[in-house]
């Protein structure tokens, strides 16, 4: 199929399915050992996937029975940049955030309409008190991740401050971490703003983030975790689900690797 | 790497992420032809990859340029069987479908905390008067389709009967479909059960759909169109995105292929 002299069309990074099933595998080896989500929140449509595929990696022991394994719980929400909008001024698109799906009010402690959900499903599935990783495919110009993470942090904060002292003090601190496949180096800067944990080195540890405890416990830690499984240069990257022809999709991922171009640089996991 | 006389460890099914994204295609053609769904509801966690795969064969022209194309959104919903819960009676084990997430008011139709939605995003994610695609992975015993679809049916019943009746009376009707990466055949029959629309032949077409006109428009089109994209019988499938070694998940599925064993049978778009 692929002779020498082949050239690729663009200079767009292809991943293969199982390239980005690799690269997530590894990732989560490091996100396990460092921060063991409770739960995951998938920014749709770009993160359902990564989430999915990321389960498989982050189980935990079953609460009821040792031997067995339970999955992570995915909560999904929807986030799209504003572009689609008649009357959208120009200077808006791309940055304005809109939300297309939510988290229901009970994941913020809340009671809310879910009645047939048992105590233990509760527990479960809810944010507060927990770490939870935030899901993307692609930190492009940061401006959804801030968006997600500031809001997810506000509706927490609103959450841990309707509770009783009592029950609030006997939580531990809520932590957040991010996920992505790609982050796009961008030499110009990003859009949109993360307090990002600074150091990822394997000796970090949650005990080092800092907490205000000022408020007596059930506090939200300060900053955000970051896990991105690769880096690339500002280049579009074609990403497998995207594709209409997979298997042409595949021969050009192929022969990127082949002729030793238009590669992914090294995630947090390989540093 | 394999040799004449290896053999298979079992009877899995066993598919890589190319053989489902081709499957999903195909489907996705007839699907596009016949229901054209305006959004799709995927259920947590098996869904949300054939869901976010399913998308990309499924766009529409943009309201706004017709030169464009924009997605069909998703919206997603986390249902589990009740089995991890202690104090769940065993009778109840794999039979009680537990709600993880739900989808918020809004998408039925009442107004609800999303005050940062604009107008078209509203009319976009709102599941009343839509033809709405309901995804998972694989239809086993078929009682968490039949939770998701008598329960969205439900809410939208409420939000329709909520409407001014004017405004009830200029929507279409709502229409339901399932899709499904793998129907699984079983001889004993399913626990669940679904009104399935019968004819999956290429000539369905929504017309021939009986919908309750007595209600003066605004009704729920009866019956629900079902789509397959392969049928298997009742053996176990390994999805790629749940192996940890995806590399010989791939090589034993290849391997299964050149024997000529445990195969996949065609899904709707191949009768």
């Given at each position: 199929?692929?002779?020498?002299?082949?050239?690729?069309?663009?200079?767009?990074?292809?991943?293969?399915?199982?390239?980005?099933?690799?690269?997530?595998?590894?990732?989560?080896?490091?996100?396990?050992?460092?921060?063991?989500?409770?739960?995951?929140?998938?920014?749709?449509?770009?993160?359902?996937?990564?989430?999915?595929?990321?389960?498989?990696?982050?189980?935990?022991?079953?609460?009821?029975?040792?031997?067995?394994?339970?999955?992570?719980?995915?909560?999904?929400?929807?986030?799209?940049?504003?572009?689609?909008v008649?009357?959208?001024?120009?200077?808006?698109?791309?940055?304005?955030?809109?939300?297309?799906?939510?988290?229901?009010?009970?994941?913020?402690?809340?009671r809310?309409?879910?009645?047939?959900?048992?105590?233990?499903?509760?527990?479960?599935?809810?944010?507060?008190g927990?770490?939870?990783?935030?899901?993307?495919?692609?930190?492009?110009?940061?401006?959804?991740?801030?968006?997600?993470?500031?809001?997810?942090?506000?509706?927490?904060?609103?959450?841990?401050?309707?509770?009783?002292?009592?029950?609030?003090?006997?939580?531990?601190?809520?932590?957040?971490?991010?996920?992505?496949?790609?982050?796009?180096?961008?030499?110009?800067?990003?859009?949109?703003?993360?307090?990002?944990?600074p150091?990822?080195?394997?000796?970090?540890?949650?005990?080092?983030?800092?907490?205000?405890?000022?408020?007596?416990?059930?506090?939200?830690?300060?900053?955000?975790?970051?896990?991105?499984?690769?880096?690339?240069g500002?280049?579009?990257?074609?990403?497998?689900?995207?594709?209409?022809?997979?298997?042409?999709?595949?021969?050009?991922?192929?022969?990127?690797?082949?002729?030793?171009?238009?590669?992914?640089?090294?995630?947090?996991?390989?540093?």
């Open positions: 199929m692929t002779s020498s002299t082949e050239q690729l069309p663009d200079d767009h990074i292809r991943a293969t399915y199982e390239d980005i099933h690799v690269q997530i595998a590894q990732t989560a080896k490091l996100i396990k050992r460092q921060f063991d989500p409770d739960v995951m929140v998938a920014i749709s449509g770009g993160g359902l996937i990564p989430a999915r595929i990321l389960r498989t990696f982050l189980k935990k022991p079953s609460a009821h029975d040792p031997n067995k394994k339970r999955n992570v719980p995915i909560q999904a929400i929807g986030l799209a940049l504003y572009e689609e008649a009357g959208s001024s120009v200077e808006n698109m791309g940055r304005e955030v809109v939300r297309t799906q939510w988290l229901d009010e009970g994941t913020f402690g809340k809310s309409s879910r009645e047939d959900r048992g105590e233990d499903g509760d527990k479960e599935e809810g944010l507060l927990k770490r939870i990783l935030i899901v993307d495919e692609v930190d492009d110009s940061r401006t959804t991740l801030q968006y997600a993470y500031q809001e997810l942090v506000k509706d927490v904060k609103a959450g841990l401050e309707a509770l009783e002292p009592e029950a609030r003090a006997k939580l531990p601190p809520t932590r957040f971490a991010i996920f992505v496949v790609h982050n796009k180096v961008k030499d110009s800067g990003k859009r949109g703003t993360l307090p990002l944990i150091s990822q080195s394997s000796s970090s540890t949650l005990e080092d983030q800092p907490v205000d405890s000022t408020s007596g416990g059930g506090a939200v830690a300060e900053g955000v975790w970051y896990y991105p499984a690769g880096e690339t500002d280049v579009w990257v074609d990403y497998p689900w995207e594709t209409e022809d997979i298997a042409e999709h595949n021969r050009l991922a192929n022969l990127a690797k082949k002729l030793g171009v238009n590669q992914v640089g090294a995630g947090v996991a390989s540093r």
